[in-house]
């Protein structure tokens, strides 16, 4: 089992900057594939980004590539998403997911993750 736990949203405004975390439990994480994923109100859940356990093959949604950085810490089972250039459409609540790390598997699609976190606000104010 692994529980996910997200941090760090809030308000802010068009061009700024965010630093979301997820802290997980379990002694599984250096094993996993980490992603985000986002949901804006009346809107299905997207991808956003996925870090293999490497840590070296990262992967982004066209609507965030170049703006939002993924990375991990194995030894603190944290995985962080380094928003910048916010714009308005940003705006949703950010979810941590993760995966075993298996070949074949893909990377966008919310079936694929079994252990999800509560979530948190990102608000982007223009």
């Known amino acids: 089992q692994v529980q996910l736990v997200e941090s760090g949203g809030g308000l802010v405004q068009t061009g700024d900057s965010l630093r979301l975390s997820c802290a997980a439990s379990?002694?599984?994480?250096?094993?996993?594939?980490l992603g985000w994923f986002r949901q804006a109100p009346g809107k299905e859940r997207e991808w956003v980004a996925t870090?293999?356990?490497?840590?070296?093959?990262?992967y982004y949604a066209d609507s965030v590539k170049g703006r939002f950085t993924i990375s991990r810490d194995n030894a603190k089972n944290t995985v962080i998403l380094q928003m910048n250039s916010l714009k308005s459409e940003d705006t949703a609540v950010y979810y941590c997911?993760?995966?075993?790390?298996?070949?074949?598997?893909?990377?966008?699609?919310?079936?694929?993750?079994?252990?999800w976190g509560q979530g948190t606000q990102v608000t982007v104010s223009s």
């Open positions: 997911a993760a995966r075993q790390d298996f070949n074949g598997l893909a990377n966008s699609k919310t079936s694929t993750y079994p252990y």
């Open positions: 870090i293999r356990r490497s840590g070296t093959s990262t």
């Open positions: 379990g002694r599984t994480f250096s094993s996993m594939a």
